[in-house]
């Protein structure tokens, strides 16, 4: 059996500040640049972050709507879109929004993609059918937003094929 001798390095037990004085004297001559820098990295890091404590409440808000069967709330939350293509056909509108024992649990962000105002997240959820004899899987839907993230529009992988709609403006 090899025998293996490790050794720690050697570090210094005093903090050299000699470097960091000449940088710190090199920036507050141009304090002014400082400035305007943290104040822009201060901006763009709450307009960025703000996006997700109101995504994470809309997608709440749409799995309690999904899994307690708010057909109204499921409704007003799903892509104008989608609602628009099975317009004609009420059976079919209907049947979007009715599933009895079916619930989505425990959501991943998979991708985010941002163009300006338009944000698109893919979501996977796990997919519970509540019946016993059929396999749970996983559930994709897709949350749109066309506001930087103040609002959201759900609708699921099968539906994104209706998203080019004259009456909403989308990516």
Request: hydrophobic fraction near 40%; include cysteine.
């Amino acid at each position: 059996m090899a025998s293996f001798s490790f050794e720690e390095e050697a570090l210094s037990k005093k903090l050299n500040l000699s470097s960091w004085a000449r940088i710190a004297k090199y920036a507050f001559q141009r304090y002014w640049l400082l400035l305007i820098m943290f104040s822009l990295m201060l901006i763009i890091t709450f307009h960025d972050g703000s996006f997700v404590p109101l995504l994470n409440r809309a997608i709440i808000q749409y799995q309690n709507a999904y899994n307690k069967e708010l057909t109204i709330l499921e409704v007003s939350l799903t892509h104008p879109c989608v609602i628009d293509a099975h317009l004609s056909d009420t059976g079919k509108l209907k049947k979007l929004f009715i599933h009895p024992g079916s619930s989505i649990e425990n959501y991943d962000i998979e991708e985010i993609d941002k163009d300006g105002a338009d944000m698109k997240v893919k979501l996977t959820f796990d997919y519970l059918n509540g019946q016993a004899e059929l396999k749970d899987s996983k559930k994709t839907i897709y949350a749109l937003s066309s506001n930087r993230g103040e609002s959201w529009f759900f609708l699921s992988a099968s539906h994104v094929k209706y998203l080019n709609c004259k009456r909403f403006k989308n990516k």
